[in-house]
Structures are given as structure tokens and as C-alpha cells.
């Protein structure tokens, strides 16, 4: 190498530390995670059907058809049977001759906010239990740990029908059921997390330093537990999606009137023969959400764990 070569690569070599150091741990993340072609794909997917959720009233008002609107004249055939697709109804008409299109956007509006809700009530309850279990250990460990056991020992379906029956079938219900039963395992996690991170040396550091210890678990142990619980929570919402489906299909989550991907696929059992669209499309709808929820997780955890960088 010559040494106007060696001088001229020296130059750069300042250049090049600075970049390294100016990355930090979510921008490196966020770099391996837009490398992920799954994941970006299946982000793209989610940002459409939240697109197409809230763009259900301009779609209802282009078609003409609202959500709750019958159009036994023209949905029906004339053996009372559901339309298929065609100009009129896009998807298709439900057994009552309502737009299988509209109702399945605005179905789309329960699930999706029905798993945001859910599953952040469920992180931000998980969080606070499972820190609290895991810093503070001993009979508050105990006891919380018990109360974590309960609750995942209870019947999910059993419970709901219970409360359904006092309380009647409606949205906020069915976000604190599913809440309630999501939030142990975000507890777990989070707990064992904190039991990790208690005993390393910035925690001590803290405490020889006179903090206390809900500062301690806020400002130290908080920070740290973000990669987890954002991982957990991405996961967390197709599962709620698909309790909330569950319990709408078995006449159990919302008011049976509403728009609901669950209410439409339990509809279709006894039209799916003559009209497939009525159960393919939801189902569509219903497994392209959950899946692009999943993999999204999955390429969260994989760009927020360095050790999995070169997985892909």
C-alpha cells in the first residue's frame, strides 16, 4: 500500500468511528429490523388493514351501504339466499342482505381496537405487577406469584360466558376479560426480568446512592425492560384478536348486531355451502392480521437481540 493510499484510508477512519458511535442501540435495531423482509412486509399488511378500517365510513358512503343497512331486494336471491360478488355488493351480501365488505371493515374496527386496548391494559398492569413481584421478592413475590397462578388457572370461555350472562354482551366487557387474562403472562415475563436485573451493578450502584426503591424500579429497571415487553406486547395483540373472534363467534363478545369478524364467521355456518364468500373472506382477513402480527413480533425480537442479527 502506498502512502498517499494509507493517508487517504486514515482519513476515513475517523469518518467511520464517528458513524459507529453515533448509532445507538434502537437505531442499530431499527436497521436490522428494516433489513427483516418478513417483517416489513407483514408491517406493511397491518398498516393497510388499519387503513382500510379507518377509511370504512368513506367506503360505506361510496357503496352506499351502511354497516347495519338490509338489502333483501338486491342482496337475496330469490330463494332468500346471500348475493355472491358483483357490482353491487363487492364481497358479496350476508344472510340479512348487508355488504359482507363494509361489515368486514368495520368488523375490522372492533378486532383492532378491541387488541390495542386489551393488550395495553395488559402491559401496563403486567408491568406493574411483575416489577413489583420480582424487585421486592419475598412474601410480596409469594403472594403475587400465587395470584398469577389463579389466573391462568381460570376457564377463559367459562368466565366469559359468566359475566356475559350478568352483564351483557358489549366491547369495554370483552377488553377487560381479555386483559384480565393477558395480563399474567406479561407479568411473568417482566417479573423474572426484573429478579435479572436487580442484582446487577447499576441497581446496586443506586441503592448505595440513597435511591429508593420505586425510583430504582422506574428510572433503572424500566428502561431495561422495554426490548421484552414491546416484543410481548406485539405478540399479545394477535392472540387478543383472536379471543376477541372466539367469543364473538360463539354469540359472546359484542352486541350480536355489531360489525365483527367472529359474528360474521358464525353467520356463515350455515351459508358457506351456497356462499363461500361469506366464511373465506373474514377468515382472510381474520388469518392476515394475526399472522402480520406475529411475524412483526418475531422480527422485533430478532432485531432487538443482537445475537439473532445474522439469523436472516
Same mark, same amino acid.
Given at each position: 500500500?502506498?502512502?498517499?493510499?494509507?493517508? *487517504?484510508?486514515?482519513? =476515513?477512519? /475517523?469518518?467511520? @468511528?464517528?458513524?459507529?458511535? &453515533?448509532?445507538? #442501540?434502537?437505531? !442499530?435495531?431499527?436497521?436490522?429490523?428494516?433489513?427483516?423482509?418478513?417483517?416489513?412486509?407483514?408491517?406493511?399488511?397491518?398498516?393497510?388493514?388499519?387503513?382500510?378500517?379507518?377509511?370504512?365510513?368513506?367506503?360505506? *358512503?361510496?357503496?352506499? =351501504?351502511? /354497516?347495519?343497512? @338490509?338489502?333483501?331486494?338486491? &342482496?337475496?336471491? #330469490?330463494?332468500? !339466499?346471500?348475493?355472491?360478488?358483483?357490482?353491487?355488493?363487492?364481497?358479496?351480501?350476508?344472510?340479512?342482505?348487508?355488504?359482507?365488505?363494509?361489515?368486514?371493515?368495520?368488523?375490522?374496527?372492533?378486532?383492532?381496537?378491541?387488541?390495542?386496548?386489551?393488550?395495553?391494559?395488559?402491559?401496563?398492569?403486567?408491568?406493574?405487577?411483575?416489577?413489583?413481584?420480582?424487585?421486592?421478592?419475598?412474601w410480596v413475590d409469594g403472594v403475587l406469584a400465587r395470584?398469577?397462578?389463579?389466573?391462568?388457572?381460570?376457564?377463559?370461555?367459562?368466565?366469559?360466558?359468566?359475566?356475559?350472562?350478568?352483564?351483557?354482551?358489549?366491547?369495554?366487557?370483552?377488553?377487560?376479560?381479555?386483559?384480565?387474562?393477558?395480563?399474567?403472562?406479561?407479568?411473568?415475563?417482566?417479573?423474572?426480568?426484573?429478579?435479572?436485573?436487580?442484582?446487577?451493578?447499576?441497581?446496586?450502584?443506586?441503592?448505595?446512592?440513597?435511591?429508593?426503591?420505586?425510583?430504582?424500579?422506574?428510572?433503572?429497571?424500566?428502561?431495561?425492560?422495554?426490548?421484552?415487553?414491546?416484543?410481548?406486547?406485539?405478540?399479545?395483540?394477535?392472540?387478543?384478536?383472536?379471543?376477541?373472534?372466539?367469543?364473538s363467534f360463539l354469540g359472546l363478545g359484542v352486541d350480536?348486531r355489531t360489525p365483527s369478524w367472529g359474528a360474521i364467521?358464525?353467520?356463515?355456518?350455515?351459508?358457506?355451502?351456497?356462499?363461500?364468500?361469506?366464511?373465506?373472506?373474514?377468515?382472510?382477513?381474520?388469518?392476515?392480521?394475526?399472522?402480520?402480527?406475529?411475524?412483526?413480533?418475531?422480527?422485533?425480537?430478532?432485531?432487538?437481540?443482537?445475537?439473532?442479527?445474522?439469523?436472516?
Amino acid at each position: 500500500m502506498s502512502l498517499t493510499e494509507a493517508s *487517504a484510508e486514515a482519513e =476515513h477512519i /475517523p469518518e467511520q @468511528a464517528e458513524a459507529v458511535r &453515533g448509532k445507538g #442501540p434502537w437505531q !442499530l435495531a431499527w436497521e436490522r429490523l428494516t433489513r427483516d423482509r418478513a417483517a416489513m412486509v407483514s408491517l406493511g399488511v397491518i398498516i393497510v388493514i388499519v387503513l382500510l378500517a379507518l377509511l370504512a365510513p368513506v367506503f360505506a *358512503a361510496i357503496t352506499g =351501504h351502511g /354497516p347495519q343497512d @338490509a338489502f333483501p331486494a338486491t &342482496g337475496l336471491t #330469490p330463494e332468500g !339466499l346471500p348475493v355472491g360478488p358483483g357490482s353491487g355488493f363487492w364481497l358479496g351480501a350476508d344472510s340479512l342482505g348487508r355488504d359482507l365488505f363494509i361489515r368486514i371493515l368495520y368488523g375490522a374496527r372492533i378486532s383492532l381496537l378491541v387488541g390495542l386496548l386489551s393488550t395495553l391494559l395488559a402491559t401496563l398492569f403486567g408491568v406493574v405487577v411483575g416489577m413489583v413481584a420480582g424487585f421486592y421478592g419475598g412474601w410480596v413475590d409469594g403472594v403475587l406469584a400465587r395470584v398469577l397462578d389463579v389466573v391462568l388457572s381460570f376457564p377463559y370461555l367459562l368466565v366469559a360466558i359468566v359475566l356475559v350472562a350478568v352483564l351483557g354482551a358489549s366491547v369495554p366487557l370483552m377488553i377487560l376479560v381479555i386483559a384480565f387474562f393477558s395480563f399474567a403472562a406479561m407479568a411473568r415475563v417482566v417479573r423474572g426480568q426484573t429478579i435479572t436485573y436487580k442484582e446487577r451493578e447499576f441497581i446496586e450502584a443506586a441503592r448505595s446512592m440513597g435511591a429508593s426503591k420505586p425510583r430504582t424500579m422506574f428510572v433503572d429497571v424500566v428502561p431495561n425492560l422495554i426490548a421484552p415487553v414491546t416484543v410481548l406486547a406485539t405478540l399479545l395483540i394477535p392472540t387478543s384478536i383472536v379471543f376477541e373472534a372466539t367469543l364473538s363467534f360463539l354469540g359472546l363478545g359484542v352486541d350480536p348486531r355489531t360489525p365483527s369478524w367472529g359474528a360474521i364467521l358464525s353467520d356463515s355456518v350455515d351459508y358457506y355451502r351456497v356462499a363461500p364468500g361469506l366464511l373465506i373472506f373474514p377468515a382472510v382477513m381474520l388469518l392476515l392480521t394475526t399472522l402480520a402480527f406475529n411475524l412483526l413480533g418475531d422480527g422485533i425480537r430478532d432485531a432487538l437481540d443482537p445475537r439473532g442479527e445474522g439469523g436472516r
